[in-house]
DNA sequence: TTGTAGGCGTTATCAT
DNA sequence: ATGATAACGCCTACAA
C-alpha cells in the first residue's frame, strides 16, 4: 500500500525528512514559514507521523494500561472515567484489561505488558492469595505501578486507596447504634486485603461496642447474583441476623433480593449498609445506606501519580511509593433507619 | 539503558537474530530444539519481542479503539465488557477513548488514529448534527469502523443496534394499555438519529391508539442531572402528563428523583418507563419498567464484526456494511402498572 | 535553518 | 535449519 510517510512528504515539499519530522515536534529549530507549509499539506493528506516508528525510536509509548478486576461496575468504571480524564489531557492513551477476577489473566496481562507497549500501568488487583513476584518484571523494566483501591500489601509501590478500615468500623457502630445486636458481614473474598481490612474495622468496631464477635457471621460470598441468592437465604433462615453490612456493592444487591423474595423488611426486621457507588441508593425500596467511595477521584489521584512518577522517572529518579488515602462518605438512609420506615 | 532485545539474546546464545526471531513466531522453520533454548533464556530473562517494532515491522497494531460518549453508564460498561471479552480472546488490545458527548473530541480521537495506532474501531458516536466526512479519512487509511447503538446514518460502514423504532413503539404503546393519556417524550439529542428514532415509534403508537401528538410533550433534557431536574419539575407541574417515556436511562431516573421530591405517585399519577441497563431496576421504588438492550452482547457482536472485516481485509477485500440489529427486551414492572401498586 | 546518516528492534526474503 | 541483510517510518546528532 503506497501509504505516505514522512519521506514522501518530504520530496513533495522538495525537503529533507529531518525538517518534515522538526514540523511536526514542536522544536524551535525551523523556520516558522516552512513548518506551515509542511503541516498544511499534511493535514491535507491526512497525514500524521507513524505512531510505532515514533514509539521505537524515542522509547515510549505516551500510553498506560488499566488493569481492573470488572468494569460493569459502577466503582470501576467511574473510576476508569477519572483516569481517562487525566490521560487526555496529557495526550495519553488508556489500554483496558479486564482480570475477571482472574490471577492467571492478571499475571498474563502484565506479563504481556513488560516489553514497551505501555509507559505505566494502573492496577487494581484480582486478589488471590498468590506469589506476586510476577510483578517485580515492572521494577526490572522501569515500567511504574499505580494500585488503586485493592491492593497487594507486599508489593512496594504507589497506591490511591480509601480508608476502609475507619469507614467500615463507622458503618458498623452505625448499625449497632441503630439497635442491631447481630450483624452479619457480607464478603467476596476473604484473603483479599480490602476484605480484611473492612473486616477488621467491623470487628474492632463490635468489640468496642461490646458485641461479641461471632464467626459464623462472616458470610463468604461469591461474584454471582445467584449464588448469593442461595447463600444469603440460607443466612437469613438460619442466623437470623438484624444488620447486614455488605463489603461490597453487589452484596447489598444480593441481600435486597433475598429479603425481597423473602419478605423481610429492611429496615424494620434487618438494617443494611454497603459499600456502594451506586448513584441511585436513594431510589432503592427502601432507600439504600451506604459508604461511598469517590471513585472519580480516586482514578484521577491514580492517574496524576502515574504521571508524576512518569515525568521523574525521565530524570532517572526512584520510583514513588507514596500511598494516598482519600476518604469514603458514610451516607445514612432508610435502610439502616431507626425509625419504623414511612414508605414515599 | 541495557535493555535486552532480540540481538542480545541472539549473541548470547550464539545464535542469529533471525533464529532468535523465528522462535517467537510461531513458524515451523526452526529447529524445535534450538527453539525452546531460546524460549527459555528469554523466560528467565523476562524478554518478549518489542511490541513497536513489531508492529512497524508488520504495518499492524493488534490493537482496536473503542470510542464511546461516556463509560459510567450501564449500557456502555457493560458494552465494553462484551468488546473486551472479544478482544481478548483474539489476543487484541483495547484502548478506550471518552467523547464526553463532545463532537469535538469525536473527531481529534479518530483523526489521532488514522495513523497506524489501531487496526479498527468500535464507536457509539457523540450525535451532533454536524458535518460527518472527518470519517473518510478511515476509508482512506483502510481502518475499518463498527459503530454500534449510536450511528450516523450518512455514513456506510458495519453497524450493531437495537430495533429501537419498534421497541419505543411497545413502550408507547404499553402506557397507553395502562391508562395513558398524555404521555411525555423525554429525550437528550432530538438530533441524534437514535433520539429521533425511538420518538418515531413513539408518535407512531400514538396515532395507532388515536390519541394526537402534541408537541409540547416531547421535553429536550440535558445530560446533567440538575438540569433535569428542573426541567421536569416544570414538566410535572404545568403539563402534569400521566404518563412519561425516557428514552434513556438517565432521564427515567431524572423522573423519579422528581416525583419524589414533589411527593407524585407512580404509578397512580403517573406511569414511567424507559430505557435502561440497570440491572436492579426491580429493587427501586417502584420498580421500573424497562427497555433493556443486550448490551454486553452489542459490545460482542460489534467486536466479532470488527475482526471478521479485519480478517477479510487482509485478502483485500471490500470493507463489510452489515448491519446486525439485536432485540431489545420490553420488562413491565411497578412504574407502568395499571393496578393500584402493592407496595412490597 | 536545513540536510545527512545512523539506528531504534523486528521480520521477511534470500541465500547458505 | 540457520544466517545475512534490507526494509518498516521516525528522530536526532552532527555537519553544512
Redesign the interface.
Known amino acids: 500500500?503506497g501509504?505516505i510517510n514522512i519521506i514522501k512528504l518530504a520530496e513533495e515539499l522538495n525537503l529533507s525528512k529531518s525538517t518534515v519530522s522538526r514540523a511536526f515536534r514542536g522544536g524551535s529549530d525551523i523556520n516558522p514559514q516552512t513548518r506551515e507549509k509542511i503541516l498544511a499539506r499534511a493535514k491535507e493528506l491526512?497525514?500524521?507521523?507513524?505512531?510505532?516508528?515514533s514509539?521505537?525510536r524515542n522509547?515510549k509509548?505516551k500510553?498506560i494500561a488499566v488493569i481492573v478486576p470488572?468494569?460493569?461496575?459502577?466503582f470501576f468504571?467511574?473510576a476508569?472515567?477519572g483516569i481517562?480524564?487525566i490521560a487526555?489531557d496529557k495526550s495519553y492513551?488508556?489500554?483496558?484489561?479486564?482480570t475477571d477476577d482472574d490471577f492467571q489473566?492478571e499475571v498474563s496481562f502484565v506479563?504481556?505488558l513488560?516489553?514497551?507497549?505501555v509507559d505505566g500501568i494502573i492496577m487494581s488487583v484480582s486478589g488471590e492469595d498468590q506469589d506476586h513476584s510476577y510483578l517485580q518484571?515492572l521494577k526490572?523494566?522501569?515500567i511504574p505501578l499505580v494500585f488503586f483501591d485493592r491492593t497487594y500489601e507486599d508489593i512496594e509501590t504507589a497506591r490511591v486507596t480509601t480508608n476502609d478500615y475507619q469507614s467500615s468500623f463507622e458503618a458498623t457502630e452505625h448499625l449497632v447504634k441503630s439497635g442491631c445486636k447481630k450483624v452479619a458481614y457480607l464478603v467476596v473474598n476473604k484473603n483479599l486485603s480490602i476484605g480484611k481490612t473492612r473486616m477488621q474495622g467491623y470487628i474492632d468496631a463490635l468489640k468496642k461496642n461490646n458485641i461479641p464477635f461471632d464467626d459464623h457471621l462472616i458470610i463468604d460470598c461469591s461474584n454471582e447474583l445467584d449464588k448469593n441468592k442461595i447463600i444469603l437465604r440460607n443466612v437469613f433462615e438460619t442466623l437470623k441476623p438484624d444488620g447486614v453490612f455488605a463489603s461490597v456493592e453487589r452484596l447489598a444487591?444480593a441481600s435486597?433480593?433475598v429479603c425481597?423474595e423473602m419478605n423481610i423488611s429492611i429496615p424494620d426486621e434487618v438494617k443494611v449498609i454497603g459499600f456502594s457507588s451506586?448513584?441511585?441508593s436513594?431510589?432503592?425500596?427502601?432507600?439504600l445506606s451506604t459508604i461511598t467511595q469517590p471513585a472519580?477521584k480516586m482514578g484521577e489521584r491514580a492517574a496524576e501519580l502515574l504521571f508524576e512518577i512518569l515525568e521523574k522517572h525521565e530524570e532517572e529518579k526512584e520510583f514513588i511509593t507514596r500511598n494516598i488515602v482519600l476518604d469514603s462518605e458514610l451516607i445514612q438512609r432508610q435502610s439502616s433507619s431507626l425509625e419504623p420506615v414511612a414508605?414515599?
Open positions: 500500500m501509504n491526512n497525514f500524521l507521523p507513524n505512531h510505532h516508528a514509539n521505537l522509547q509509548s500510553t470488572e468494569i460493569a461496575n459502577n468504571s467511574k476508569i472515567n481517562e480524564k487526555k492513551h488508556v489500554l483496558i484489561y479486564l489473566k506479563t504481556s513488560s516489553n514497551g507497549r518484571v526490572r523494566k522501569k444487591i435486597y433480593y425481597h451506586l448513584e441511585i436513594p431510589l432503592l425500596n427502601p432507600s472519580y414508605i414515599s
